[in-house]
């Protein structure tokens, strides 16, 4: 099983930036190092939808039309870290923001049911 804790939430003004962590942890026999980590959100009223993932070699990332250009995601192998850096944020990016894994994942796991652990997710609000 892996534990997906998300943190660095929180309210910001139009045009700011937030930077989200995600820890993960617990007992599996693939390491850290072998799980694709994505990053999904939710707004009120909507499905949840793809944002940002990145590849378990961490050599391939790809993101959604919405935020291309304007959020990075990366990786700490050390640190059991996935990390979502998001600029310019617009009020339309307000949502919870989950935390995913898949072992051996590709950046290109759109599809949430190819996912296989989720966060508890954290909410991210932008006011305008």
């Known amino acids: 099983q892996v534990q997906l804790v998300e943190s660095g939430g929180g309210l910001v003004q139009a045009g700011g930036s937030l930077r989200l962590s995600c820890a993960a942890s617990?007992?599996?026999?693939?390491?850290?190092?072998?799980?694709?980590m994505g990053w999904f959100r939710q707004a009120p009223g909507k499905e949840r939808e793809f944002v940002a993932a990145?590849?378990?070699?961490?050599?391939?990332?790809n993101w959604a039309d919405a935020v291309k250009g304007r959020f990075t995601i990366s990786r700490d192998n050390a640190k059991n870290a996935v990390y979502l850096q998001m600029n310019s944020l617009k009020p339309e990016d307000t949502a919870v923001y989950y935390c995913?894994?898949?072992?051996?994942?590709?950046?290109?796991?759109?599809?949430?049911?190819?996912?296989?652990?989720w966060g508890q997710g954290a909410q991210v609000t932008v006011s305008s």
């Open positions: 995913a894994a898949n072992a051996y994942g590709s950046s290109h796991s759109t599809a949430i049911h190819t996912w296989g652990y």
């Open positions: 617990g007992r599996t026999s693939i390491p850290f190092s072998k799980y694709g």
């Open positions: 990145i590849s378990w070699t961490g050599d391939s990332t």
